[in-house]
């Protein structure tokens, strides 16, 4: 009796022992849920709404009359799909481009080395309001030096609008943004080519692999995981991006640097559109989503170090 009294004693000590993490974690999970999920759930629940804080009078449950009206009679939600896939792609690609040439530059050794990455890196810490005001006063029609330096290499006959003129306005945003967003690929990439055993490169060389062979079958291959993680965070962040392309431009002109996020924003804010806002929302989210789970499922994340 004594003994089977011990062990059902023993089995309670124990069971109690498994539960005591999930106790102590618990608080952490409920926070969670409820400072990520919930406001997520409530997106998805205000997109099914009218919800118009200067038509008050029409609000209520529409169903899915926000997503017909974007699917169907908004041809601003349809530039704007366009809009963001330009944005994002010349963003993503030109940022690993020149942040993979930064990177391999810095990785190099020479004198003052540590002083030139601080640099280099200095504009990923500039605020997107700082950022908005430094290039707008570059790109001024009056006395902006983007003007000044064109004029005087012959590039244009005299000066230029460029965030006012609708050929030059997008390429004016996205060199704004390539040059915030360069330092952040060089960050992680560096951090991922110091990671690579020097020994590989220097069998590579006495086979007889020149810099390209090496960059291509030895550096590529070991940064795989690290540009598939970039990519993928820089493409969620640029499409999500609002305050750089809303304050150099609001949007204009004619919406042509109207990105999905930028019309969600002025829906809401300024409309006080929040239920029609709420379904484009949930429109961004689905994309991301999506894109994402077939993103690394396509480039094979975390599944070893080299390109499929």
Not at 54 to 83: H, Q, R, Y
Request: net charge positive; glycine share 6%; charged share 15%.
């Amino acid at each position: 009796m004594r003994r089977l009294l011990k062990t059902t004693s023993e089995l309670k000590q124990k069971k109690c022992g498994n539960l005591a993490p999930y106790l102590l974690i618990s608080p952490t999970v409920i926070a969670t849920v409820c400072i990520m999920f919930l406001p997520i759930l409530r997106v998805f629940w205000l997109s099914l709404q009218n919800n118009n804080f200067k038509k008050p009078w029409a609000d209520g449950f529409v169903g899915f009359n926000n997503f017909i009206s974007l699917f169907t009679e908004d041809p601003t939600f349809k530039m704007a799909c366009w809009t963001t896939l330009k944005w994002v792609f010349w963003q993503v690609a030109l940022q690993l481009i020149f942040g993979m040439i930064l990177a391999l530059l810095l990785n190099r050794k020479f004198r003052f080395r540590g002083l030139v990455r601080a640099i280099a890196f200095m504009p990923w810490a500039v605020s997107g309001v700082l950022t908005t005001m430094l290039w707008l006063l570059m790109y001024n029609e009056h006395i902006g030096i983007v003007n000044y330096l064109f004029e005087a290499i012959g590039l244009i006959s005299k000066p230029i609008g460029w965030t006012a003129n609708t050929s030059t306005v997008m390429a004016a945003v996205i060199v704004a943004e390539l040059w915030r967003g360069i330092p952040f690929f060089a960050i992680t990439l560096l951090a991922g080519l110091q990671a690579i055993p020097q020994e590989l490169y220097e069998a590579g060389s006495i086979d007889g692999c020149g810099r390209w062979k090496s960059f291509v079958y030895v550096t590529i291959p070991h940064l795989k995981d690290s540009i598939v993680l970039t990519t993928l965070m820089r493409t969620i962040w640029e499409f999500n991006s609002v305050d750089l392309i809303y304050n150099m431009t609001n949007g204009g002109p004619m919406n042509l640097t109207t990105t999905l996020s930028v019309y969600m924003m002025k829906t809401s804010v300024i409309n006080s559109n929040y239920g029609y806002a709420s379904a484009i929302g949930v429109v961004c989210f689905s994309i991301l989503l999506a894109f994402s789970i077939l993103y690394l499922k396509i480039t094979k994340y975390g599944k070893g170090g080299e390109l499929s």
